[in-house]
């Protein structure tokens, strides 16, 4: 079965520069989770989009945004990086519950971002 | 303030030992809970959810985990462990059914040979 695909799976930046994240649903999943991970902690919940619209915002910083295309994908634009970035982030999709069910979320195999 | 613990940070024990690790959740509401599990080096994955109904669920792997409204929790169960149930555990909640999932700070959970 497809699954949540994440690209890329590694990533290393300096310090002030910029990274874009990008994640793939799986097919017909309409809602996207960005989820961060720093070391030896538990994932901790920044954004997410149903139907290309923001549906909710954790801590994300403000250097931080995210978008969902037509297409589904979402990528995660960070800019002027710190070291405190470097985590795995982790995105996740769903179908949504607007139709009265409950759905469970499905994690890609995250991005390893190491910021130097 | 939303929250869910868990019990312990980590635990050791041998094969074919039992295991329990315990969650409890803050919130007063419905909600959906979660058991994850990510292996070294891995993603997350879904060892089982509990959405409604039987509070008694069943997962892979020999995993089960029963929910107590009362004590709000839900903890997660193992009759007899294997060297290949080394991983972290995650526990999660929702209080809705497609929103953001709040997880427990995990526990690492090694089992020797």
């Known amino acids: 079965a497809a699954g949540v695909i994440q690209s890329p799976r590694h990533l290393i930046k300096e310090k002030r520069e910029t990274a874009t994240l990008k994640c793939y649903p799986i097919p017909r999943h309409d809602t996207v989770y960005w989820y961060q991970q720093g070391p030896g902690q538990d994932p901790q919940f920044l954004i997410s989009?149903?139907?290309?619209?923001?549906?909710d915002k954790g801590s994300i910083p403000d250097r931080f945004s995210a978008q969902q295309f037509s297409d589904y994908h979402s990528e995660l634009n960070m800019s002027s990086l710190e070291l405190g970035d470097s985590a795995l982030y982790f995105c996740?999709?769903?179908?949504?519950?607007?139709?009265?069910?409950?759905?469970?979320?499905?994690f890609g195999p995250g991005t390893r971002l190491t910021v130097t | 303030a939303q929250s869910v613990s868990q019990h312990n940070h980590h635990v050791i024990l041998s094969e074919a030992a039992s295991l329990e690790l315990g969650c409890n959740y803050s919130?007063?509401?419905?909600?959906?809970l979660f058991w994850y599990v990510q292996y070294p080096g891995q993603h997350l994955q879904l060892l089982l959810k509990y959405f409604s109904g039987d509070p008694l669920v069943k997962g892979i792997k020999g995993f089960e985990a029963e929910f107590i409204k009362s004590k709000f929790s839900f903890n997660l169960r193992k009759p007899s462990v294997q060297w290949s149930d080394t991983a972290e555990y995650f526990c999660a909640f929702r209080t809705d059914s497609w929103g953001k999932l709040q997880f427990g700070a995990g526990t690492q959970v090694v089992v020797t040979p």
């Open positions: 989009f149903y139907e290309k619209m923001q549906s």
């Open positions: 919130y007063g509401g419905t909600v959906n």
């Open positions: 996740a999709s769903s179908l949504s519950g607007t139709s009265g069910g409950s759905y469970e979320q499905y």
